[in-house]
């Protein structure tokens, strides 16, 4: 439904590896980067590819929030449904595609040598590529398609799940460490169970980036991720202006309490209300991406989580389950 970065570390990552997650997801190697800027990121947007953007595809599943553990909100009160329908497409998919800028999500292995590789890129959203022979010893894919390392890709064919014809590592941001590398998961988590292939977003590519880029350099976790929670509900279609109340479009005014309906938006609580609560005041933070009041950032997190829970329609997050397993050790 619809409501109303850091200079160009040139040198080339080294081979090595570290294995994450299990499905086969590795993560590259360490590179130094000052702070400001985004270096070769910029290199991305002046990238150019043979064809015109495909069209939006097929939906995909839709996610969850702030890795802390789930606990503040009752199960029942979170309203599960399927994930919001979209329209059929007809997709026209190019059929040679050549310096996209692109980031890989997740991988898992095809046959023998070969990895299916799901990529977010910038004109293309994502898109499932065949990388053929990359778990070969000696192939040059092996230390290319790495998660959070900005690439450069190429591929070819018209149907749903595509041939990788050539991926190359461009450098500028630095590696993700410690906490911030299961945030950096979360987030592509998040990507894969919310947006659909084949369907552009531009400007949530940027998100990703400038949240990576600021999950790098220590910036506050849970206010990263608040603000591309949010973009990424907004760019996929399911949350509008949340300042604005869902019956008349009015304002919400700072000092009441207001809940959020998942489907309609703001609206004023009421006495038997069991869905989070928060204030004009946090809704009025959250538009603006201002997260320096705490209780902002509170009422931020468990309104986060309940939106994301219901676009899932229950389906539950790897990587909080991983956060949570590990406190438990």
């Not at 190019?94 to 991988?107: E, K, T, Y």
């Not at 950096?184 to 998040?190: A, T, W």
């Not at 869902?246 to 209300?273: C, F, K, T």
């Amino acid at each position: 439904m619809n409501w109303a970065c850091a200079p160009t570390d040139t040198s080339k990552p080294a081979d090595t590896t570290m294995d994450v997650s299990a499905n086969g997801v590795t993560r590259g190697p360490d590179k130094s980067v000052p702070r400001d800027g985004i270096g070769d990121i910029a290199k991305m947007n002046d990238m150019t590819d043979t064809t015109n953007p495909a069209n939006p595809a097929d939906p995909a599943n839709t996610s969850t929030t702030d890795l802390p553990a789930a606990d503040g909100i009752d199960a029942a009160a979170v309203p599960v449904s399927a994930p919001p329908a979209r329209r059929p497409r007809t997709v026209e998919r190019d059929s040679r595609i050549a310096n996209q800028p692109g980031f890989v999500l997740h991988s898992y292995p095809y046959k023998e040598t070969s990895l299916i590789v799901d990529v977010f890129t910038r004109d293309y959203g994502r898109v499932a590529l065949i990388a053929k022979g990359a778990k070969r010893p000696h192939s040059k894919l092996r230390g290319v398609l790495q998660t959070f390392q900005p690439l450069s890709v190429g591929w070819s064919g018209k149907s749903e799940v595509r041939t990788l014809t050539a991926a190359e590592w461009i450098g500028g941001l630095l590696p993700l460490e410690k906490s911030a590398l299961l945030c950096g998961f979360y987030l592509n988590e998040l990507l894969v169970k919310l947006l659909a292939r084949d369907d552009p977003h531009p400007a949530l590519f940027d998100q990703y980036v400038a949240a990576l880029n600021r999950l790098a350099h220590d910036e506050p976790a849970p206010i990263v991720l608040r603000k591309f929670e949010l973009a990424l509900l907004k760019e996929t279609g399911v949350a509008g202006n949340i300042t604005r109340l869902n019956i008349d479009g009015q304002a919400v005014e700072p000092d009441r309490q207001y809940v959020v309906d998942p489907e309609r938006g703001p609206r004023a609580a009421l006495p038997a209300d069991t869905w989070p609560r928060v204030s004009g005041k946090t809704l009025l933070d959250m538009q603006n991406e201002d997260y320096t009041d705490m209780a902002t950032q509170s009422q931020s997190k468990f309104l986060m989580r309940f939106l994301l829970a219901h676009h899932l329609g229950g389906t539950p997050l790897n990587t909080r389950q991983i956060l949570l397993d590990l406190m438990q050790l």
